[in-house]
């Protein structure tokens, strides 16, 4: 069975609006050293002796454990729902002393859902510092479209970052979110856990709502420009302000540039 | 007479002006031998010119300006690549 199981959450461990304007507007969430030690010795025990990439979900005893634990089903339940989907999941698995960086890619094809999303959550199991090549993404970049390496010729851009953490670290990922892995200069193999879910219904007011149209979500949304965005910085802008509408579940709630949604009738 | 081989270097603007900050940047280099390593992505943060405008005075030749952006009906607000791509050339020798 690959499908996770979900339980519902308590409301202190769903993301608050202020958390989810950050993913709304970055296109990601990175939380370091979340997923206590005692798991992250047993995963990481079962990557080295049995590591496999699309059979690592199901012949693993923790990695369930893992995303079943209250904390992390909080944060799935606030973007994809009760009933989320199982797409995929892989192991990958960067050998020590690795020199080659892959080529930035969107994962999948190109999405034409209008607002709907998938979900990729990154479990980093044992401490991945810079060095050890842990994946590098382009913040503020899930919603710009482009189809898997159609953007391969780019190697470096203003604002790029990696998901480097402390052993345990999870990040949770927008599908559209532009990424690449990195290469591993140290003399210790990587390996990232990545576990892809669709929503299983629609993703309208999953998370806490409170203060979903605060002067601090607006902050967050408002002045969430990246500086590799340029002159598309205020589409951007636009882009993100009508995902809020869809996760709030208000279609007048207006945080876009200037109150251009209001001011076009949109 | 020396060999040359070309390098492509592609600089992404903030806009169509070429004065404007370099915001992504990448190197193929012809000149070196098969089994180099290339440029990585993520192998830097710092953009090895700041504008167009500054590699051409330190000899690299503009091969290729993007075309204007157009905004199709019902499409204004849609974003994807970076639009601003120059494609620029140098000739070196190779040993």
Redesign the interface.
């Known amino acids: 069975m690959s499908n996770l199981n979900m339980t519902p959450a308590d409301t202190r461990h769903l993301l608050s609006a202020e958390q989810m304007a950050r993913f709304v507007t970055d296109g990601f969430l990175l939380l370091d050293a979340f997923v206590p030690r005692h798991l992250n010795e047993k995963v990481h025990e079962e990557q080295r002796t049995n590591g496999q990439g699309h059979t690592f979900w199901e012949t693993s005893a923790a990695i369930r454990d893992v995303f079943e634990l209250p904390e992390v089903q909080g944060i799935i339940q606030s973007l994809v729902g009760l009933r989320p989907v199982y797409d995929h999941s892989f192991l990958h698995i960067v050998p020590d002393r690795y020199?080659?960086?892959?080529?930035?890619h969107g994962d999948s094809i190109i999405d034409v859902r209008p607002h709907a999303f998938d979900i990729q959550l990154f479990y980093f199991s044992h401490d991945a510092p810079p060095e050890m090549g842990p994946t590098?993404i382009l913040p503020g970049s899930h919603?710009?479209?482009?189809n898997t390496f159609?953007?391969a010729?780019?190697?470096?851009?203003?604002g790029?970052r990696?998901l480097a953490g402390k052993a345990g670290t999870l990040a949770i990922l927008h599908h559209g979110i532009w990424h690449?892995a990195?290469?591993n200069a140290t003399d210790r193999t990587r390996y990232v856990f990545k576990l892809r879910l669709r929503p299983g219904q629609e993703q309208r007011g999953l998370f806490n709502l409170e203060g979903y149209d605060s002067p601090e979500v607006r902050r967050i949304i408002g002045q969430g420009y990246q500086?590799?965005?340029?002159?598309?910085d205020r589409?951007?802008h636009?882009?993100r302000a009508?995902l809020w509408r869809y996760v709030t579940g208000d279609d007048n709630v207006d945080v876009s540039f200037e109150g251009a949604l209001t001011r076009m009738g949109i | 007479m020396n060999e040359t081989r070309q390098q492509i270097l592609f600089l992404n603007l903030t806009t169509p002006d070429l004065k404007s900050p370099v915001i992504a940047w990448s190197l193929y280099d012809g000149a070196a031998p098969a089994d180099a390593l290339q440029m990585n992505t993520g192998d830097a943060s710092v953009p090895p010119y700041a504008s167009v405008l500054h590699a051409m005075r330190d000899g690299w030749n503009v091969l290729q300006v993007p075309v204007l952006p157009h905004y199709p009906a019902g499409q204004e607000h849609d974003t994807g690549h970076l639009p601003y791509e120059y494609v620029l050339e140098r000739k070196v020798a190779i040993a």
Do not use: F, T
């Open positions: 020199p080659v960086a892959q080529d930035w590098l919603l710009r479209k482009i159609s953007l010729r780019y190697k470096n851009i203003i790029q990696q690449c990195q290469p500086r590799w965005q340029g002159n598309e589409l951007d636009m882009q009508k």
